[in-house]
């Protein structure tokens, strides 16, 4: 089993920027598993902001690209999103998501929401 918790979620001004991170736990997490933000708008399905392996190789939804920036710690077993110049349209929530590349475990965390508004 894997937990995962989020923090910083908030309200952002347009144009301004925030971070988010998780931190997973449980001994069932291991170097094998892909380190993920997803975000919901209502009525969508979850989209892929960022995603990152244990080896730092990265991969960003179009709509963010040039503007957030996903870490990873492989010590702390934690996953950072750095988003700047905030759009309105950034507004969602945003759930932090583990998979295992070779089992397929997936887990997700409860989600924090963000708003991106004056």
């Known amino acids: 089993q894997v937990q995962l918790v989020e923090s910083g979620g908030g309200l952002v001004q347009p144009g301004g920027s925030l971070r988010l991170s998780c931190a997973a736990s449980g001994s069932g997490f291991n170097m094998?598993?892909?380190?993920?933000w997803y975000r919901e708008f209502p009525g969508v399905q979850r989209e892929l902001v960022a995603d990152i392996d244990y080896h730092g190789r990265t991969n960003y939804g179009d709509a963010v690209k040039g503007r957030c920036t996903i870490t990873r710690d492989n010590i702390r077993n934690t996953v950072s999103l750095q988003m700047n110049s905030m759009k309105p349209e950034d507004t969602a929530i945003y759930y932090c998501y583990v998979r295992h590349?070779?089992?397929?475990?997936?887990?997700?965390?409860?989600g924090t929401r963000v708003t991106a508004s004056s």
């Open 101 to 110: 590349q070779l089992y397929g475990n997936i887990y997700w965390g409860q």
């Open 32 to 36: 094998f598993y892909i380190m993920a």
